[in-house]
């Protein structure tokens, strides 16, 4: 931005670093001293810098640079790029009075600084402090690209970097070897505790109270390596919200595969739809699934799904289960048989870090819409254990699927 030839090529660095302007300040210096360095100008000879003081940066191009704190005064300041580092600091992370001045700055004041809503580009640049910091509001919110990079790789990465050139991280790879071992990634584990270690370091911010679910209980397998038919039976397991609406739960439906006694979990469907959509969306997963049974929580919004459901295919496969107890106690009573291994998820999905992060952050999480699904669907299956079941269809005797069976 600094080099374009356009005047209105402008771009803000934004730098609301733990509300201090001292910081912002060293930052804009440091920016400085680069650009007025004999390497940068070799780089970018057409980049001259006209005006460089304490507040902004600006070149004979019309391109400028200015760093403010969250909060600052940016009345009358557009921008073609806004970049957000480091927005609040460790301390505030935890109180829900600073998160929320922070997510109002953003919507009501910084968004809005944008020169051209259709071209312009925000990038926030944090370690993760809270399941509500401001990554996770605008990763809820949507439409915006993540790309996460914790200390461990905890799955399979492929991140692009320019060029038709990727770089690929396998499960443990150590991200900055150059500056932390494992060895020293784990002495910090231990003195930090796993909490602030998991949010800093993994990227992954557990709510205190978490870990009711432990991911070693799940074996992994290569997605790529099964088709339909590899399946003796599939079953999906829906947890309906009520509508499309912001402040709505998510409707989330988990897909599994029956594979030499192991339930392979095949796919995760996690949107805000409302009714209509809704229903599609069900019709359309269990065709692309070849799903044999569909398990919905027969409550609020699910229970009008499964009658028109039902009305609309009378062939049956249509499973309405009602939840017994919150859930917590719901979540107790399944991980009995989610320990025993015959769970598994793939080594890689694109769904798969939203899934781990929910079920390990249960139940201090915002959204718990998966872990519903996923508790009904084990509890499901060890229920139809105890029901008998004829030896070729596999259906339970003298309990055919219908509307309110299970």
């Given at each position: 931005p600094f080099g374009s030839r356009s005047p209105r090529k402008m771009a803000t660095f934004c730098t609301p670093i733990h509300n201090s302007e001292q910081l912002a300040h060293e930052h804009h210096s440091a920016t400085r001293r680069v650009m007025q360095s004999a390497w940068y100008k070799a780089l970018f000879p057409r980049t001259i810098l006209t005006n460089a003081n304490q507040f902004e940066l600006r070149t004979s191009a019309g391109g400028f640079r200015r760093a403010v704190t969250v909060g600052g005064a940016i009345t009358g300041l557009g921008a073609d790029m806004i970049v957000i580092d480091d927005?609040?600091?460790?301390?505030?992370a935890?109180?829900?009075?600073?998160?929320?001045?922070?997510?109002?700055?953003?919507e009501g004041t910084l968004i809005s600084r944008l020169n051209d809503q259709r071209?312009?580009?925000?990038?926030?640049?944090?370690?993760?402090?809270?399941?509500?910091?401001?990554?996770?509001?605008?990763?809820?919110k949507g439409g915006f690209l993540h790309l996460n990079l914790p200390a461990i790789a905890e799955e399979e990465q492929t991140i692009a970097i320019g060029n038709t050139r990727v770089h690929r991280r396998v499960n443990g790879d150590i991200l900055f070897p150059a500056m932390h071992t494992s060895a020293s990634l784990e002495r910090l584990r231990t003195e930090m505790g796993p909490a602030a270690f998991s949010a800093q370091f993994q990227q992954n911010p557990i709510p205190p109270g978490g870990n009711r679910i432990r991911w070693s209980w799940f074996e992994t397998f290569?997605?790529?390596?099964?088709?339909r038919g590899d399946f003796t039976e599939v079953i999906q397991s829906w947890d309906t919200g009520a509508s499309a609406e912001p402040s709505s739960d998510f409707s989330v439906g988990t897909t599994w595969g029956l594979r030499e006694k192991k339930w392979h979990l095949l796919d995760v469907e996690r949107a805000k739809l409302d009714f209509p959509d809704l229903k599609n969306r069900i019709k359309a997963i269990r065709l692309r699934h070849r799903a044999d049974s569909v398990l919905i929580e027969k409550t609020s919004s699910g229970l009008g799904l499964l009658q028109q459901l039902y009305r609309d295919d009378r062939g049956g496969g249509w499973i309405g289960r009602t939840p017994k107890g919150d859930k917590q106690i719901r979540v107790e009573a399944v991980t009995g048989h989610l320990a025993t291994g015959a769970f598994l998820v793939p080594t890689h999905a694109?769904?798969?870090?939203?899934?781990?992060?929910?079920l390990l952050g249960?139940?201090?999480?915002?959204?718990?819409?998966?872990?519903?699904?996923?508790t009904q669907f084990v509890e499901w299956?060890?229920?139809r254990r105890t029901i008998p079941r004829d030896p070729v269809t596999k259906r339970p005797v003298g309990h055919p699927y219908r509307l309110g069976g299970g």
């Open positions: 927005p609040i600091k460790a301390a505030d935890h109180s829900p009075l600073e998160r929320s001045k922070l997510q109002s700055f953003f071209f312009g580009s925000i990038v926030l640049v944090q370690q993760r402090l809270h399941e509500d910091d401001l990554a996770g509001y605008l990763l809820d290569d997605p790529g390596d099964y088709e694109p769904w798969l870090s939203d899934f781990r992060r929910e249960f139940p201090a999480m915002r959204y718990d819409d998966q872990v519903d699904s996923l299956n060890a229920l």
